[in-house]
């Protein structure tokens, strides 16, 4: 079976670009969910996405978006750049919205802003 | 505000001693605890979780936690370590009155030396 995959691994993008990082969940599973993780520190939530709706955001500024497909998939987008941008974007999958149901990961997105 | 505290930023063992990592969590109702490990350049894999019942959780590779209200503590053991074991692992907590997110502790490194 299939993990959660995460595309690209990697890419640098320089300050005042726009990325688009895309997560494809495990199959079956309906909720997405988006952490960034800056190099020494654990992960931050950014959102949560169930059945195509957003169910839960931190505390990111509005550079941040991102949205879910009808086959669950997902893209997270940033734009505007900042080289404190730069991490570990990762994504979790999971059967149902609460957190009793295991989350799985993916391996990240590495994104380094020049 | 929910928090977590991983004491110890660094921890060394010699393989077959104990490991031991420590977490405490601030929050007047226990939330859902989780342990979670990060091999390098992978994302994350679930050890072990408390929701609800028994206090003393076991999980995958040896590994067990348990949780005491009294200590608002959830510490990580294994009885004899692996140089396998070696990575950086993370307690977190899912909030009793948001289940769509986890709140990563900063994480503890496990060194194995032989």
């Given at each position: 079976d299939a993990g959660v995959t995460q595309s690209p691994t990697h890419l640098i993008k320089t300050r005042g670009q726009h990325v688009t990082l895309r997560c494809s969940p495990i199959s079956g599973h309906k909720s997405v969910s988006w952490y960034q993780q800056v190099l020494g520190q654990g992960p931050q939530f950014i959102f949560q996405y169930y059945e195509k709706e957003e169910r839960g955001r931190g505390n990111f500024p509005d550079r941040f978006s991102a949205r879910q497909f009808p086959n669950y998939s997902s893209e997270l987008n940033v734009n505007a750049l900042l080289l404190g941008d730069s991490a570990l974007y990762l994504c979790a999958s999971s059967w149902g919205i609460f957190m009793n149901t295991e989350a799985f990961f993916g391996q990240g997105t590495r994104l380094t802003v020049v | 505000a929910q928090s977590v505290t991983q004491l110890g930023s660094h921890v060394s063992v010699s393989e077959g001693a104990l490991v031991l990592l420590r977490c405490n969590y601030s929050s007047s109702v226990p939330p859902y605890l989780f342990w979670?490990?990060?091999?390098?350049?992978?994302?994350?894999?679930?050890?072990?979780?408390?929701?609800?019942?028994?206090?003393?959780?076991?999980?995958?590779?040896?590994?067990?936690?348990?949780?005491?209200?009294?200590?608002?503590?959830?510490?990580?053991?294994?009885?004899?370590?692996?140089?396998?074991?070696?990575?950086?692992?993370?307690?977190?907590?899912?909030p009793p009155r948001r289940t769509d997110k986890l709140i990563f502790g900063t994480g503890t490194r496990l060194q194995v030396f032989p």
């Open positions: - | 979670y490990v990060q091999y390098p350049n992978q994302g994350l894999q679930l050890l072990l979780k408390y929701t609800t019942g028994a206090t003393l959780v076991k999980g995958i590779n040896g590994f067990e936690a348990e949780f005491k209200k009294s200590e608002t503590s959830f510490h990580l053991t294994k009885p004899s370590a692996h140089m396998s074991d070696a990575a950086e692992y993370f307690c977190a907590v899912s």
